[in-house]
């Protein structure tokens, strides 16, 4: 393997190393801090104890963040539950809603591209006897419609299907899989991680009945999440994964993590008032991203439909650079890659193969996830850097070299080693 570096004039007003992976995690909006911190200090109260000031000021501050929680996804308060994040959101609800409608059918249906939380959740129920279909995907990262009404049966309970994938940013028809759902009498989660905040959602409009979402993709903070459960239209009833107590109307036992739950409302809030604008900016800059890359290199593909898509998202390959020597040679802008490090060995990530890319383009290929904190200039910089290093690579590669002579590699016939 090759290192390489090349080092951009730093604009003004950068500064290093710059973050770029907010499908990852997002840094916390100032705003959100400081309506957290009395929460960690002198509002300290348990939103359960009955008896006192202190636990009802924690009570009123939980209840206002359902409030917000609710308004921005079409809900109402009383249909949030909190959770620990997203990860146990989507476990609360797909085993919750398997255990609880287990008489009436045993298949849940899915697709390939979900994060793992969806993913491991229903291989595990697999091996409680529930059959589980994972839909594949096209080549634009989407579902096809027509597989997912094929795939409803009459035991069918759950559909469970993400808004936005947190790879390739490519945003599903969830309206429609909604109102499939719902004439079909089958219950429809969508894990919402990327989407809410980001693209306008709605429970009611799109026939969701329940939706997972985490503060920290949305400039809250980490380890708080909440799961929306239709009450009405059909009451969507869940078994508890978590027993101790009958918090949040005996879905999820525990006591409240208040600050965190302030935090998420705040967030929640924000995104709601900024939601319009901070797209418009982020789509700008991905714009400008991808028409860099596409007119000062060759041989460079955008993963995942265009149109659909997240406004933070650019997800591209590189073709004919090295994954790791590319990734190594941009090691002051954090981004994510087409490989997933598992047990020691850099595996291509299962969402670009799902779309049927090869191994070498999976591991060519970059995250770009742009958030509410970057800006024009550091898109600039990180497209020197990226351009400078890829041509650089390219320089030292055999088979760009022969691309570029013309020669068809898939003509070729490799000497066996
Ligand atoms: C981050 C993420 C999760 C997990 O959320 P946590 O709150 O970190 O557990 C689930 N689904 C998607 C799509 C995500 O991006």
């Known amino acids: 393997m090759s290192t390489v570096t090349i080092n951009p004039v730093v604009p003004a007003g950068v500064t290093l190393p710059i973050y770029m ?12 801090l ?9 509002k300290f109260g348990n939103a359960a104890s009955r008896n006192h000031s202190f636990g009802w000021e924690a009570e009123q501050a939980v209840e206002q963040a359902r409030e917000q929680i609710a308004r921005l996804i079409g809900a109402t308060a009383k249909e949030i539950i909190f959770t620990s994040g997203a990860t146990e959101s989507n476990n609360l609800a797909i085993k919750g809603i398997a255990e609880m409608y287990r008489e009436r059918g045993n298949h849940i249906i899915t697709q390939v591209t979900e994060h ?17 279909t994972y839909l594949p995907v096209k080549a ?42 719902h004439e079909k009498g089958v219950i429809f989660h969508t894990d919402a991680v990327q989407a809410v905040g980001k693209i306008p959602m709605d ?20 380890g708080v999440g909440a799961l ?23 879905m999820r036992s525990g006591t409240l993590n208040v600050p965190g739950i302030v935090g998420l409302g705040k967030a929640c809030a924000i995104a709601q008032e900024e939601m319009a604008t901070e797209a418009a900016r982020l789509c700008a800059m991905r714009d400008h991203l991808r028409k860099r890359f596409e007119s000062e290199l060759d041989y460079v593909e955008v993963n995942g439909s265009w149109e659909h898509r997240l406004p933070g998202n650019l997800n591209m390959s590189f073709i004919y ?59 600039d910089y ?36």
């Open 228 to 250: 929306y459960v239709r009450r009405r239209n059909p009451r969507v009833q869940i078994a508890a994964q978590i027993d101790g107590g009958g918090h949040e109307r005996g």
């Open 21 to 32: 992976d907010n499908h990852a995690t997002s840094p916390m909006d100032p705003r959100v």
């Open 34 to 42: 400081e309506a957290m911190m009395p929460f960690f200090s002198v």
């Open 321 to 379: 650079v090295e994954g790791e020597s590319l990734l190594m040679g941009i090691n002051d802008v954090a981004v994510s890659s087409g490989s997933a490090c598992t047990s020691a060995t850099l595996e291509p990530s299962y969402v670009l193969k799902a779309l049927g890319l090869g191994d070498d383009v999976a591991h060519s290929s970059i995250r770009f996830g742009l958030g509410r904190f970057n800006t024009m200039a550091e898109c």
């Open 140 to 181: 634009d990262g989407l579902i096809d419609m027509d597989d997912l009404r094929r795939a409803i049966d009459d035991k069918t309970v759950l559909v469970t299907i993400m808004s936005a994938n947190n790879e390739i940013g490519v945003v599903q028809p969830i309206a429609e899989i909604g109102k499939l759902c």
């Open 382 to 417: 990180v497209a020197d850097k990226v351009i400078g290093i890829v041509k650089k690579l390219r320089e030292l590669s055999p088979l760009y070299e022969m691309v570029k002579d013309g020669i068809d590699l898939s003509k070729i016939e490799w000497a066996a080693h």
């Open 203 to 222: 429970v009611q409009a799109m026939n969701i009945d329940v939706l997972s979402l985490t503060a920290h993709k949305i400039y809250g903070p980490k």
């Open 116 to 132: 793992k939380a969806v993913l491991d959740t229903c291989k595990r129920l697999e091996k409680y006897g529930y059959r589980v």
